[in-house]
């Protein structure tokens, strides 16, 4: 977390650059969504729908293509921005030691999996933090919306977030255990190809490729475990994700049975509901995704064993 | 008596610039050759074409009768400038995980005077080096790859600058561990400092790719 | 299939397990598909005719149906494509050591140090992500199968609407395909070469740090590096500005298509679509066509950047060598 502070803060006007342009485009979302439930009660009552309706909606088209470049363009410089100020700072690190703070092999296994992993997650952060910014607005707008209907429906909502987290509960320690394997599988490649003249002269092909080998069957195992239950996870996820859909067509028909609301109203809470329950869908996996990008994020730092 | 090394026609070229040209050389069983010249004049080149790590780009080199790199590889043993020691215990950087009796290993640790030290950590020989394989000084590190060398027992024993980075009371003692490693054996031993292949058999310079004797 | 991604599966003796998970993976997302269209469908339509007395049992029937689906798709997971995404990652790691051991002392000089590694790593990475990690190969079969059978199932709906629907999707498809994001495997390649220059002036800073601390010319290094990492991030750039304009058309089309089909559908019904329920039906299968479409695209844009993996991969597996002696 401490990293991710360092890394926003140096780079903090391309970051609000970017979240404003997230936030713009989001919005303009909502005003075609509400426009699509119009055209939905007109279609019921088999009303026309105007030229000059489609013509306004047209424009809203336009202003949230335009939006939608923007933030896909600033939330990637944000990113790219984040991870160069990333390796800079590791490289500034190792150079300013007075006294090596990590060895050559542990040095390269970072340069190549801990930064390549951490710049990657940096990307894929800002789409994550995107849809579930879009989810919380669009249940905000909810609340507004009809509060009873949104109520209604959260309740079950919150209880299928809270089952999908313990589903998960174990997976961030088998993910840390993968990965702890995979590079001490990497120190023994590295070590061996900067070792490569000793180890043939020496004939030591041999014992390295046993323990290269042991290593690697080793993180086998643990990546067949951690895999196994995040395809249990988010299945299951998937399945009770599904719930929140079906009592809103039901709890939906007996108000609009009952006059409550229109089925207008019911295709914007569909549309609105259907992004808040994709960040509920996809929060196990983002869960993950964070904490193994944290993890690769925090073995990035040296700082703190410059200062033992 | 025929020569145990000896090369015809050798040249060596990288990325087309010639390095070593034309070297017609013959080194007897037990002679000790020293290797001199300044840098980039092709002497670390040389030692790697004798140690089957490198390939000629043409001629022949035959090192105990072999010629090809596998066959030549397992007659030398080498010692270069860097120790290249490796994040494992000190007996696996002699070892290099060979199954080797203990009075063996014992013998090469006494041998390159690592015994004392050895003896003072609380691992002993089992003491993981680590990552920071270099917080160990230069001449514990050299004396450890000696002691490697040593194990291996080759008759050809190739040494590469191992004292360069040394300083002269380190130097000193690890010249004596290399006098013990080089006993009966056939040693091409490059260096910058002549003064270092007093009692050798032979010298020759390496000057812009060619042997001057 | 790619021939190169093909070679490199047999290379791992992995091809049929491959093709065995990619047949039992793929028609998840058209079952999916079919069951959200006619849950839309069966619920608007229950709505609209006031059938208070189905409105339990449509709920269990559907329900049911979700838990099945999910649990085939999880058992499929959860053995089969495990299995061979962690065999194959094990298996090119293996071979490409091997061929690593095998080298002759002079391929592994120097800079070529870090080339090695990064194809041992992250080349390896890039090519089993090739075939299994999230909107690459995988995703992109199994899109295109609920592409087509979504697209024949709306065309019997209303092939007006389907056309409506392709008219706006297809040319922004195409444009993004061949032109927009054609060059973004190139830059990705190209930001890959310069991660693998990082590395090696970070690998090169280290050993000689004596020496620049005795120099000060630590600066002069720390610049160096700089220069690369800015490299990377132009490089990557690129890459960036052009899917967010992938994106853009991809938002544009979607829209569009949505709106002129709910314009045009208000018109059809009665005639040609029974109710809003139909309607509705049409648009789930288009909004699954139009998802389907970006999945694919976005899979094509990844596969380009990973199956540079795939062939720096294949460059060591799959070459014929002698006996590994060097020459210059």
Known sequence: MKVLKRLTAANMIWVITAYVCLFLSIIIQFFWTIRIGMIADAIVSREKIEIKFMFIMFAILLASCLFIYLKSLAGKYATERMAHTLRMDFAGKLLKSEREAIGGYEAMSKAQNELTASSEGLSGI????????????????????NLRFTL??????????????????NLPGLVNAAMDKRISNNKTAYMIISNFEAVKVFGAEEFFEEKFKKELEEWGRLETKKERISAVTNSVSGILSQLPLLILFGVGALLIWRGYMTIGTLMIFLNMTGSFIRTITNLPSWVV???????HLSRTDIASEIQH | MEPIIFGENLSFSYKEKEILKDLNFAFKKGERVGIVGESGSGKSTFLRLLAGLLSPTEGVVSVAGETKAEGIIKKISMVMQEAMLMPLTIKENITLGKDVPKERINEVIKAAKLDGWIDSLEEGIDTYLGD?????????AQRIAIARAMLKDADIILLDEPTSSLDKETTTEVLEALDRLMEGKTVVHVTHHPDLLKGYDRIITVKEGRFYE | MNKQVREMLK??????????????????????????????????????????????????VFFVLVVLLFGYNMTIWSTIAVRFTVKLQKTLREKMFDKIMKLPAAELMGSFKAEWFTRLNNDIDKAVGYLVSPINFMHMVIASVNLVISSVIQMILSVELYIIGICCLVPFFMLNVFVISAKINLFKKEAQKSLVGYTDRIDAALKEKEVLAVYDAKDFAKERIAKKSLEILNRNMKAHSRGAICNMFYAFSGMLGYVLLLYRGNDIIETKLDDFADLCKVTQYRGNI?????????????MRGSLVGVERVNEVLLEEKDDGRTTA
């Open chain 1, 289 to 295: 995704r964070i904490k193994q990008f944290l993890v």
């Open chain 3, 11 to 60: 290379e791992a003796g992995v091809w049929r397990e491959f093709v065995i998970m990619m047949i039992l993976r793929s028609p998840f997302d058209i079952c999916n598909s079919v069951l959200t269209a006619n849950m839309m469908q069966k619920f608007m339509r229950l709505i609209e005719q006031g059938q208070r007395e189905n409105l339990g049992k449509t709920l269990g």
């Open chain 3, 290 to 302: 139009v998802l389907s479409f970006n999945c694919v695209l976005n899979s094509v844009i990844n």
């Open chain 1, 152 to 169: 209604i429906v959260l309740g079950p909502l919150i209880a299928v977030v809270l089952l999908i987290n313990r589903i998960g509960k």
């Open chain 2, 132 to 140: 920071r394989a270099n917080e160990i000084s230069g001449g514990q």
């Open chain 1, 126 to 145: 800002f789409d994550v933090i995107e849809q579930f910014l879009s989810g919380i607005l669009a249940l905000i707008f909810l609340l507004f919306a």
